[in-house]
């Protein structure tokens, strides 16, 4: 199985390194039952609402709340770089990563949005 990885997609779709501007990409989609699923790549958080607004805001929340926890323990690599365990949410990531990586910063269309997630310092 090849797995997708935001780093590997950036070495595939762009010859020369490029450094980007944010840490993550955050992706809610209309799921195929028709409820509304949200992942945060590379991270493996993920959520689960009744609308895209709301799928969002958990994203968000639970994402912050990761970042905090991955900061007591120096942002380890085993817990910060976690594979797609959702055949659908790696089949959405490869859907929009592209995208994402080459507007830095929204897409929002009627059955899915992506954004890139900045670090705050």
């Known amino acids: 199985?090849?797995?997708?990885?935001?780093s590997g997609i950036i070495k595939r779709t762009h010859s020369s390194r490029r450094e980007v501007d944010f840490s993550a990409i955050?992706?809610?989609y209309k799921s195929k039952e028709g409820y509304w699923k949200g992942f945060v790549h590379p991270y493996g958080v993920t959520s689960q609402a009744k609308s895209k607004a709301r799928a969002l805001t958990l994203?968000?929340?639970l994402?912050?709340?990761?970042?905090?926890?991955l900061k007591k323990y120096g942002f380890p690599s085993h817990l910060v770089y976690q594979t797609f365990v959702d055949v659908e949410d790696r089949e959405m990531f490869s859907v929009v990563v592209k995208d994402a990586?080459?507007?830095?910063?929204?897409?929002?269309?009627e059955d899915y949005h992506a954004e890139?997630?900045?670090?705050?310092p």
Not at 116 to 120: A, D, L, P, Q
């Open 1 to 6: 199985m090849n797995t997708l990885t935001l």
């Open 26 to 28: 955050l992706v809610v």
């Open 59 to 61: 994203l968000k929340e």
């Open 63 to 69: 994402v912050e709340a990761y970042r905090k926890e």
């Open 101 to 109: 990586v080459d507007q830095k910063g929204i897409i929002d269309k």
């Open 116 to 120: 890139t997630y900045t670090v705050r």
